[in-house]
């Protein structure tokens, strides 16, 4: 409603946002050696063009390169408004490829869901990092990463049985 109010709002919001690509490049970089690939996944709340993005593009992949822009969009999820922003995303660094991304329609969520498959190269040893809202401490995300990881394992294993979580890649 008031525009200097959204531009107060935009500006704490960028901030935090800038805060939060830093703490992800340095949770990525620590131990980087014991990984093949990391993934990052979620609701990063940030337009691909805006600088925080471009920093975080330069250590990692995005899943939507391959895509045509305009299906990309993943924000708003209304029945008002067509999406015209990529808000969330997967991005990925190592021995890793996007093979195919796409946004979902539908869902109860004011953002749509992101479908992408990634092929792996040879035996990994991979680590997640999952994004919080700004409402979500990002510290309390371990629990999550932990169970996505181990989800990821049993598929793995079911299909053909390499996973080695302590190999040398």
């Known amino acids: 409603k008031d525009k200097s109010q959204f531009i107060g709002n935009y500006n704490r919001n960028y901030k935090h946002r800038k805060s939060q690509i830093k703490k992800i490049t340095k ?8 990984y093949s690939c990391q993934i990052l996944i979620g609701d990063l709340n940030t337009p691909s063009y805006e600088p925080a993005f471009k920093n975080l593009k330069a250590n990692w992949s995005n899943s939507f390169n391959k895509s045509p822009l305009n299906l990309r969009f993943t924000f708003p999820n ?15 660094r190592g021995k890793l490829e996007f093979i ?7 869902g109860s969520s004011d953002h749509l ?7 792996f190269k040879r035996r990994i040893i991979f680590r997640f990092i ?35 979580r302590n190999a040398n890649n």
């Open 27 to 34: 949770r990525a970089l620590t131990n980087e050696s014991k």
């Open 113 to 119: 869901a992101i479908a992408c498959r990634v092929q």
């Open 78 to 92: 209304t029945t008002n408004l067509s999406p015209f922003l990529t808000l969330d995303y997967v991005m990925g």
């Open 130 to 164: 999952l994004i919080s809202t700004p409402s979500q401490s990002f510290d309390n995300l371990s629990f999550l990463e932990k169970t996505w990881e181990q989800e990821i394992v049993k598929y793995i294993k079911s299909k053909n049985g390499w996973y080695d």
């Open 100 to 106: 195919e991304t796409r946004v979902i329609p539908g």
